[in-house]
């Protein structure tokens, strides 16, 4: 069956405008959680959603947002981008809340000049 | 607080020798932990894992070990391969996060 997906995989922004970035998760997974990697900083949790309910949110600006529909698809949202948000964005879907063999996608790379 | 640290940022070794990767954790009450290895341009792959009620468990040719005494993970990797060079994460699996450690790369040399 199909993998996670991430849309756009590339992207270039300007300081100061939003983002939203896409995963679809692999069919049947109800959690989608959302990560940073930078090299600085490594993988860093965002926010986690299970049945369209954000269940947990890291140590990030509230620039940061998500959502999760009904069919389990997910968005984030960056609003008024900085430099220092440049990044690979990504998301990993796991059957429940456990993260027990998450699953990531390949990410999407945001660039903000 | 919680951190998921490496020993050794990177490793090289010869094709057909066996890798040690080692991961050293923080939180005595973790209980889940994964292995993940993300080549370059992709997304992290999952490994491995291991619950804190085993010592051991062995997959193709990889092998974690977890010693909760010393608060120390470690994945083998039998007879490496041009395949296996990557960055390896070592990762504990709390509620709803991953919380991964800061990597360690693998280059192995044919």
């Known amino acids: 069956k199909a993998g996670v997906t991430q849309t756009p995989r590339y992207l270039i922004k300007t300081r100061g405008q939003q983002v939203t970035l896409s995963c679809s998760p692999i069919?049947?997974?109800?959690?989608v959680s959302w990560y940073q990697q930078t090299p600085g900083q490594g993988l860093q949790f965002l926010f986690e959603?299970?049945?369209?309910?954000?269940?947990n949110k890291g140590n990030f600006p509230g620039r940061f947002s998500g959502r999760q529909f009904s069919n389990s698809r997910s968005e984030m949202n960056v609003s008024t981008l900085e430099l220092g948000d440049s990044a690979l964005y990504l998301c990993?879907?796991?059957?429940?809340?456990?993260?027990?063999?998450?699953?990531f996608g390949q990410g999407t790379r945001l660039t903000v000049v | 607080g919680e951190s998921v640290g490496l020993h050794l940022p990177t490793l090289s070794v010869q094709e057909g020798d066996n890798s040690i990767i080692n991961c050293a954790y923080s939180n005595s009450a973790s209980d889940y932990f994964i292995w993940y290895k993300q080549e370059s341009g992709k997304g992290p792959q999952f490994i491995i894992d291991i619950r804190s009620n085993m010592d051991k468990r062995q997959g193709q040719r990889v092998t974690v070990l977890l010693n909760k005494t010393v608060k120390h993970l470690s994945l083998q990797i039998a007879a490496t391969q041009p395949g296996d060079s990557a960055v390896y994460f070592c990762a504990y699996a709390g509620y709803s996060t991953l919380t991964f450690g800061k990597g360690t790369m693998l280059l192995v040399s044919p």
């Open positions: 990993a879907s796991s059957f429940d809340r456990g993260h027990t063999e998450a699953f």
């Open positions: 959603y299970f049945s369209e309910t954000q269940r």
């Open positions: 069919s049947g997974h109800r959690s």
